[in-house]
């Protein structure tokens, strides 16, 4: 953390205290041997003083200096020790000046005053000689000072495009976030929509037969119930994505330059917008990647249990993300390995591919944004996504969605 003193960062406030330091010393220190004795000394000091403020106020103070100076040629008393804060002065309006025409007028103010000071000098040889003397180092000061202000000029560019891009990046990325829960919202739609359905169904069929089979009227009502309970806890999620803000780029995985952005809609098998996928199309979708050019192999283990519409839902867009992950980088004739592992309290997506294959001829199929989208899928069902390059080459993704709990618990939770 930077340290500030009257507004200014404090190493910089110090190292000007320092050069002003030199200065004044400089003027004091010959105060008996040096031409006007104590007034020049004075007019030393007054330098020194002025050159506290070259950074903020270059122009200004490049004046003051010039003004002292020319007060030192008018009284006769030649070049002094202390006239290196002209030099000072000069450099500091070239390097800090808003505009770089403050400089230029500052330096032909300093030839000026070469030409000045030479004249005062005894002797033609010693003249010309003063006079190129000082001419290379003014000039040199000032060339120096615009080699560094261009480095300056040229560095905060490249901060404040740097700066730019990051704002971009995270508006892009919020953008994605957004669409993929409008999108995730809208598919939790449909599956509350058809739960309401099936409810209503069932309930007028268990009021029909409540007198006449008062078994089927409860095998209804039991059907009513369960399903309530799975539209409530999708209903849940559904105001969860709705309400939540949206998280910047998310952190962690390292993943593909391109999936950061969404990928092209041509899609080779894209489904439509609000038709409701599910895990058992899930053949389907691997038959059409395979005709776009990838050689997948699909192995189910563990004992696959019914899962929610939603979570059915997002088993398989994970799976078409991947694997359109897969084909986009890993490229055409590439072996990827789709595992659903039913476990228990979870089941896992394993998506590998081995990276050898070459870059597709057509647009690469798309069902989202990405990982972007695969982490927002996962985060409503309070699952875990793992994606990164493999050692022995090529990609993986990994998501464990828990399963959701007995309709027991969802009432006492609810």
Request: include cysteine; charged fraction near 20%.
């Amino acid at each position: 953390m930077n340290r500030t003193l009257f507004g200014r960062p404090l190493r910089s406030l110090a190292f000007d205290v320092l050069v002003s330091g030199v200065v004044a010393l400089l003027a004091v220190a010959a105060v008996v041997s040096q031409p006007g004795g104590v007034p020049a000394t004075l007019v030393g000091c007054a330098m020194a003083v002025a050159l506290l403020w070259r950074r903020v106020h270059p122009s200004a103070v490049a004046a003051v200096v010039a003004g002292l100076a020319m007060v030192q040629v008018i009284a006769g008393w030649g070049p002094l020790a202390y006239d290196v804060g002209v030099l000072i002065a000069l450099y500091s309006v070239v390097k800090y000046a808003e505009r770089l025409r403050d400089g230029v007028l500052a330096g032909i103010v300093a030839a000026i005053g070469v030409v000045l000071a030479a004249s005062q000098t005894v002797g033609n040889a010693a003249r010309w000689a003063i006079a190129i003397y000082f001419a290379l180092v003014t000039g040199g000061v000032w060339l120096a000072a615009l080699n560094v202000r261009t480095r300056r000029l040229y560095v905060l560019s490249l901060e404040e495009r740097a700066a730019t891009l990051e704002r971009e990046r995270e508006a892009e990325a919020r953008a994605a976030v957004a669409g993929e829960r409008a999108r995730i919202a809208r598919e939790l739609h449909d599956v509350v929509a058809h739960s309401m359905a099936v409810m209503i169904v069932q309930a007028d069929g268990a009021r029909y037969m409540l007198d006449q089979d008062p078994e089927t009227a409860r095998a209804a009502v039991k059907v009513v119930a369960d399903t309530g309970r799975q539209a409530l806890e999708e209903m849940r999620r559904l105001v969860d994505v709705l309400r939540e803000p949206s998280p910047a780029e998310p952190p962690a995985t390292t993943e593909s330059p391109a999936t950061a952005e969404p990928p092209d809609d041509a899609a080779v098998t894209a489904d439509p917008e609000h038709r409701r996928a599910a895990v058992a199309e899930l053949p389907a979708l691997l038959d059409r990647f395979r005709d776009a050019g990838l050689r997948v192999r699909h192995t189910v283990t563990g004992e696959p249990a019914a899962l929610p519409p939603g979570l059915d839902l997002t088993v398989y867009r994970v799976v078409q993300e991947a694997l359109t992950n897969a084909l986009k980088h890993a490229g055409v004739g590439a072996s990827v390995t789709v595992t659903l592992e039913h476990v228990p309290d979870a089941v896992v997506v394993r998506v590998v591919d081995d990276g050898h294959g070459r870059p597709p001829v057509g647009p690469a199929p798309s069902g989202g944004h990405g990982l972007v989208g695969m982490r927002e899928r996962v985060g409503v069902y309070d699952g875990s996504l793992v994606a990164g390059p493999r050692l022995a080459g090529g990609w993986r993704v990994e998501a464990r969605l828990p399963l959701p709990s007995t309709p027991g618990t969802e009432v006492a939770a609810a």
